[in-house]
């Protein structure tokens, strides 16, 4: 569903080393211009179009789960018991 941007990491832990691959962020003007020359070469990819599907099929069943699913009932749910607003 998305790219992790590693040379855009910020806080407490931006520059410790990830678990996954031992790389920290370098922080500089470059390895950012190349980090996102590299997300836009996967994006126009196969691995972009896997997303786009996955990101798809996720909208489809958030709208289902929202349009008279159990999403829709538990909101109603909490903002009874919580607030004065309904859906």
Request: charged share 40%; glycine share 12%.
């Given at each position: 569903m998305g790219i992790e941007l590693l040379e855009v990491r910020s806080g407490e832990f931006s520059s410790?080393?990830?678990?996954?691959?031992?790389?920290?962020a370098q922080g500089t003007r470059?390895?950012?211009?190349?980090?996102?020359?590299?997300?836009?070469?996967?994006?126009?990819?196969e691995e972009g179009?896997?997303?786009?599907?996955?990101?798809?099929?996720?909208?489809?069943?958030?709208?289902?789960?929202?349009?008279?699913?159990?999403?829709r009932t538990e909101m109603a749910t909490f903002l009874g018991k919580y607030t004065h607003l309904q859906l």
């Open positions: 410790r080393p990830l678990r996954r691959n031992g790389k920290g470059e390895a950012v211009g190349k980090e996102i020359r590299e997300v836009i070469d996967v994006c126009r990819g179009e896997k997303m786009r599907a996955n990101a798809e099929l996720m909208r489809k069943e958030f709208r289902q789960a929202w349009e008279g699913g159990p999403a």
